[in-house]
């Protein structure tokens, strides 16, 4: 596609179920980065995918969360016993190459746990 | 965590009149980069700078750096009521393996037509 595509755009979910959150990022992107954005800060780093591998995910806050992109493409953000305090805008964002300098955005999945 | 700072919080100008948006950041960077965020959803990469740059224009942008008082500002000229927004910038350590973004906590924009 020609942006970043992530699904679902809205998610409300009670607290303590399993959520999948989708990030397609723009083709030929090798660096994938998802963030969480509370309401009024901005966005904190969550975990860096370089090709397939997690290069970095010292952005997790606990092991209630994981993220997967077996291929190299597409990536899996899950949130396991979900929790209030969850809620959040979770973003994605790719660029060509971990070098690159420009990351470009999706328009983000907002999580409600309720 | 979050690194920068924003500085306004908020900002609220006439269109027609230049908007000054300062950050500061904590640690030694590779670049600072300012990117903008409509209803709170994606964000658009609007410039960047790099460490050894003190100054860039783009358009209507201006964004200027003090590496020595780790800091920037982004001048956004004759503004817009479409220019209301709010925006982030964000700094990409220097460090090895430092590809992530950290953003500060951002300024809202707005322009009252």
């Known amino acids: 596609g020609a942006g970043v595509s992530q699904t679902p755009s809205n998610k409300v979910t009670e607290k303590g179920k399993y959520v999948e959150l989708r990030c397609d990022p723009i083709?030929?992107?090798?660096?994938l980065y998802w963030y969480r954005q509370s309401l009024g800060q901005g966005p904190e780093f969550l975990i860096y995918f370089q090709g397939t591998g997690a290069a970095d995910d010292s952005g997790l806050p606990n092991d209630r969360f994981f993220a997967v992109r077996p291929e190299g493409s597409v990536s899996t953000l899950k949130i396991q016993r979900t929790e209030r305090g969850d809620s959040a805008v979770y973003l994605c964002a790719s660029s060509i190459n971990r070098g690159s300098t420009e990351a470009f955005f999706g328009q983000g999945t907002r999580l409600t746990v309720v | 965590s979050q690194q920068g700072e924003e500085d306004p919080q908020a900002l609220s100008i006439q269109e027609g009149e230049n908007a000054t948006m300062n950050c500061s950041y904590k640690?030694?960077?590779?670049?600072l980069q300012w990117y903008r965020q409509n209803s709170g959803r994606g964000l658009v990469h609007l410039i960047l700078i790099r460490s050894n740059e003190r100054e860039k224009h783009s358009g209507r942008l201006r964004v200027t750096l003090d590496t020595s008082k780790k800091s920037s500002s982004l001048l956004i000229t004759a503004s817009r009521a479409a220019d209301t927004a709010s925006y982030f910038c964000?700094?990409?350590?220097?460090?090895?393996?430092?590809?992530?973004?950290?953003f500060g906590k951002g300024t809202k924009l707005s322009v009252i037509p």
């Open positions: 964000a700094t990409r350590g220097s460090g090895a393996g430092s590809y992530q973004l950290t």
């Open positions: 083709s030929g992107h090798t660096a």
């Open positions: 640690t030694s960077i590779n670049n």
